[in-house]
């Protein structure tokens, strides 16, 4: 039971350049998040996938895209890479349970534009 | 403005004591509540899911909410070093699944 991957942990692109963050999750989780992490100002929701089939803009989704591919993954593109988009991104998923809610997260992708 | 504030600090306790982190929100359809730690260089690490008012206790965490004043905070007894963290709030809108943070408090336990 790996809980939430992401690939890669680490990525330099250059400016213009494309790339695609990958997440996986096993915990038969509905819902999963896109967060970006940046000195200062806490993780910022990107994109989000309520469930299956349906994604829905955060706070910061410009420069972005994401395809909620099957129930667990979820992937984040940058189609136009640039130097502000230099960041941490975190995958997370969530799921009630017991009346309660979980939310997991990956282990982050560090991301370095020049 | 966000929607959830919380102080960045550096807040300093000694060994022992009890940590008091606070958060407030302004989206009254965020009515739930997460509490992580992160440690420099990791990823968020849950601690507890709050909502309803009053406290959750879990081990040496107890979370409160207070709906009608807009606040959560996240009560750390018998601090210790391992504590020494960054402590997130996050506001949960369980209709949108959304899942919004603050910016976190950074808790010093010194020893």
Known sequence: NAGVTQTP?????KTGQSMTLQCAQDMNHNSMYWYRQDPGMGLRLIY??????TTDKGEVPNGYNVSRLNKREFS???ESAAPSQTSVYFCASSESKGGSYEQYFGPGTRLTVT | ??????NSGPLSVPEGAIASLNC???????????WYR???????ELIMF????????????????????????????DSQPSDSATYLCAGFS?????VTFGTGTKLQVIP
């Open chain 1, 76 to 78: 984040l593109r940058l």
């Open chain 2, 94 to 98: 369980g209709g949108y699944q959304k």
């Open chain 2, 24 to 34: 407030t929100y302004s989206d009254r359809g965020s009515q739930s509540f997460f």
């Open chain 2, 1 to 6: 403005q966000k929607e959830v504030e919380q």
């Open chain 1, 9 to 13: 942990k680490f990525q330099v692109l």
């Open chain 2, 50 to 77: 709050i909502y309803s008012n009053g406290d959750k206790e879990d081990g040496r965490f107890t979370a409160q909410l207070n709906k009608a004043s807009q606040y959560v905070s996240l009560l750390i007894r």
């Open chain 2, 38 to 44: 992160q440690y420099s260089g990791k990823s968020p």
């Open chain 1, 48 to 53: 989000y996938s309520a469930s299956e089939g």
